[in-house]
Nanobody
């Protein structure tokens, strides 16, 4: 059973930077073979795709130019670097893992996900 644990969320002011981490574990979790993704869900809204990383990185239009995704396969960790954050970035951010390529922007295509970490951006 794969486990994903997010960290790094918090309360920040608009324009600040924040880096989220997602650490994966599990005896059978061959991390390097998984597509890893970030989603977010704001209060009263549907879960939204932020980006994914496998052999290539895909980012949602709403975060292009401000966010970046990276991964360290040796540490089984995926990161979400958030720059120039805005109040509309306020949400719970979730990490997700998908066993098979290609990546997907649909939450339901992913096999495992974390509990989420809250990011709140004040104006």
């Amino acid at each position: 059973q794969e486990q994903l644990v997010e960290s790094g969320g918090g309360l920040v002011q608009a324009g600040a930077s924040l880096r989220l981490s997602c650490a994966a574990s599990g005896r059978t979790f061959t991390f390097s073979l998984y597509v890893m993704a970030w989603f977010r869900q704001a209060p009263g809204k549907e879960r939204e795709f932020v980006g994914s990383i496998n052999g290539r990185t895909v980012l949602a239009d709403s975060v292009k130019g401000r966010y970046a995704i990276s991964r360290d396969n040796a540490k089984k960790t995926v990161y979400l670097q958030m720059n120039d954050v805005k109040p509309e970035d306020t949400a719970v951010y979730y990490c997700a893992a998908k066993k098979l390529a290609p990546g997907s922007s649909r939450w339901s295509d992913y096999d495992s996900w974390g509990q989420g970490t809250q990011v709140t951006v004040s104006s």
